[in-house]
């Protein structure tokens, strides 16, 4: 078996084939949707296309000092069922649809996917995954058409042309009956139509298996009524859907509910069932809320009547405490046919995909007999996952670029916001700068001047991207879930928001130039007396020179700024933290402050201080001076010069400082990469 490149992968036995592999019997060959089975003579071809059946075995999931959020779950989804996952805040809903999608994944038990391993051999099915979370999934400030063609770039196969891109966001845009706001703006849709906008960007790719949570979450009833009709539609054309919702007015279009209580599943089945079950004759889904929330005891109303024999058995096994209505419902549940026949026999058979032999391929060998197994596996730990599913980042990076691009431009606000900074903080500069603030080589105006400089592009470059991956959050995350990939993600928003940083740098130093002399020519003295030199990098000059470390200086801040957005939850944060970031870089520069010769190497964590001395370096500038040392009075040279400052101005001083510069850029970038790689072996 030979994979030539594709874009999302060949797969056998859930590994991706890299270069070749050589195929034994029983092997399983996946290539997208379509399933192959090796029998040594054979290729036996399965369409497993709309007949994903998801099963889940004893599903824990704990957190931090564990405790425990999903407690021992088990249930069997079959094919093209529509299955609402219901119970009150904080009853475990979410974390059972993140441990069946794989976004937030159980720490022990058993996920299955037509009998496969689905965390296990999780690459192999990310194209069949439609997920749609709480928040938005689309950036709000494209048209719906926009949107979505950006999401099929990302989605689907390299090679597939605008042409069929065009006819996908149409047929999607039909399945929610949304064509009529295909170039409205997503921030001027309403609420129920923005998550039909998202349900339609995870048709795209085609999904068999498909996530929603909470989509009618804020819609008014007309909406809610419209959106589930909808998803029944969806799921009556070929799909397994799964959908967290604490609506039930219109809860009976679905096939079964599963009912969340304190963490555990008090309820599967059918929705008429469920009232049955729970002993509700008003026909209101509400009234089972009131009974499974809350503390048992005793005296319990519900104690003392339908769930006495439960509280007995729950008695016989604790000799303290009490337990929980939840905990007496589980039991009664655990009990009862409906678990029986709707998961404890759903469980024990076969995948129920259609199993649809088609195209076989012969050798000369003889046909063995071979079935498809279910491959068990245990509870799987970080570790254990597998790897992202490798597409092509060059295809990724011209595309996310093209969308930072686009984002940029229909931002006018931000975009204004960013581009009047360099202008207007360069104005202010203009006004306390001096004509001859870089003539003057003994004078610390030009070092003060310089130094402003660099702080205001380091401030630039941070403000740039500070905010830049808290603000998309929950889009990242999706579309980690499929397969963007870290790398051109990140690269993607330093490109874009370099180009803004080197126009905020020549705008910034030509304002500065409107009073301050840039001129090359300056006079330095030496033993031998004064000397005429050319100060800058040849062939850059010194304004070329200048600018060039302004620039890298920006870029230095721009790396934090992303490293800051990474480690930030939300922007709000990221923008606090600024300060504690801004502060080092004025008190530890070794531009205006000396600092003890022990504690000066902490300056080289700051860029401030590497910009600084390029600066000084370029415009032959006398090092800083700490005048509250000097051994002789009145005399500077006696005075003692920052330590580890060294305005050096060779060539070569200074382009080692510009690679220090842009190391620092790299390492944090790089930083940044393994934030969000930590964070997703985290889900």
């Known amino acids: 078996m030979r994979d030539l490149g594709s874009a999302n992968g060949t797969f056998v036995n859930g590994e991706r084939v890299q270069i070749s592999k050589k195929l034994g019997r029983g092997d399983i060959i996946q290539v997208g949707p379509f399933k192959l089975v090796y029998d040594g003579r054979s290729l036996d071809s399965y369409d497993h296309r709309g007949a994903i059946e998801l099963k889940a075995r004893r599903l824990v999931r704990r957190v931090g000092g564990g405790k425990v959020i999903l407690d021992r779950v088990s249930l069997a989804i079959q094919p093209r069922e529509f299955v609402a996952i219901v119970g009150g805040s904080g009853a475990g809903k979410s974390t059972l649809l993140g441990a069946l999608s794989g976004f937030s994944r159980a720490s022990e038990g058993d996920v299955l996917v037509n009998g496969d391993d ?343 470059g941070i403000l740039c991207s500070a905010r830049e991956l808290t603000k998309e959050r929950a889009i990242y995350r999706r579309e980690r879930l499929a397969n963007l990939r870290i790398g051109p993600y990140l690269l993607a928003k330093f490109v874009v928001l370099a180009a803004v940083c080197l126009v905020q740098s020549v705008v910034l130093l030509t304002v500065l130039a409107l009073k301050v002399d840039f001129s090359a020519a300056v006079t330095i003295f030496t033993a031998d007396g004064p000397e005429s030199v050319m100060r800058g990098v040849a062939g850059l000059g010194f304004f070329g020179s200048m600018l060039v470390t302004t620039f890298l200086s920006s870029l230095s801040g721009l790396g934090m700024g992303l490293l800051l957005s990474s480690t930030s939850r939300t922007s709000d944060r990221a923008m606090s933290v600024v300060p504690l970031v801004l502060v080092p870089q004025l008190l530890l520069a070794l531009a205006l402050v000396s600092l003890p010769a022990g504690l000066a190497p902490l300056s080289y964590l700051t860029s401030a201080r590497w910009a600084m001395e390029a600066f000084g370096s370029l415009a032959h500038l006398q090092p800083p001076r700490d005048f509250a040392a000097c051994t002789i009075p009145g005399n500077p040279l006696s005075c003692p010069v920052y330590p580890t400052v060294d305005y050096d101005p060779s060539t070569a001083h200074v382009f080692e400082v510009w690679g220090v510069l842009l190391a620092y850029t790299a390492l944090c970038v790089g930083f940044a990469a393994v934030v969000l790689a930590r964070r997703d072996r985290e889900r």
């Open 118 to 460: 689905y965390y296990a051999n999780f690459d192999a099915y990310r194209g069949q995954i439609g997920y749609v979370p709480q928040s938005d999934i689309l950036h709000h400030t494209l048209t719906v058409d926009e949107a979505l063609r950006f999401t099929a770039q990302l989605r689907l196969p390299e090679d597939t042309g605008d042409a069929e891109i065009s006819a996908r966001v149409e047929r999607v845009l039909a399945d929610v009956d949304i064509e009529d706001r295909r170039t409205t703006r997503i921030s001027e849709l309403s609420g129920g139509q923005r998550k039909r906008v998202s349900i339609a960007a995870e048709l795209l790719a085609d999904p068999s298996l498909f996530f929603l949570d909470e989509p009618t979450s804020g819609l008014d009833p007309g909406l809610e009524k419209r959106l589930m009709y909808t998803l029944r539609r969806l799921a009556d054309g070929g799909r397994t859907i799964v959908m967290v919702t604490h609506a039930t007015a219109n809860i009976h279009q679905c096939d079964h509910i599963a009912f969340m209580a304190d963490a555990r599943l008090v309820w599967f089945g059918p929705p008429a069932e469920a009232l049955q079950h729970f002993g509700v004759r008003s026909g209101d889904f509400a009234d089972i809320y009131t009974k499974v929330e809350g503390d048992a005891h005793e005296s319990h109303p519900l104690v003392l009547g339908e769930l006495r024999s439960e509280y007995a058995r729950w008695r016989e096994a604790h000799e303290r405490g009490e337990p929980s209505l939840a905990e007496l419902w589980e039991l009664r549940f655990r009990r009862s046919d409906a678990r029986t026949r709707y998961i404890v026999e759903r469980l024990a058979g076969e995948a129920r995909g259609p199993a649809v032999k088609s195209n076989k391929l012969h050798n000369s060998q003889s046909r063995p007999s071979m079935t498809m197994t279910a491959m068990k596996v245990g509870g799987t730990t970080p570790e254990d996952r597998p790897d992202t599913a490798r597409v092509s980042a060059w295809q990724q990076l011209l595309i996310l670029v093209r969308r930072n691009v686009r984002l940029l431009a229909v931002d006018q606000r931000n975009l204004a916001t960013l581009l009047l900074q360099a202008p207007i903080i360069g104005a202010i500069l203009v006004l306390v700068a001096r004509e001859r603030a870089l003539q003057d080589l003994q004078s610390s105006h030009g070092r003060l001047v310089l130094f402003l400089v660099a702080l205001v592009a380091v401030w630039c």
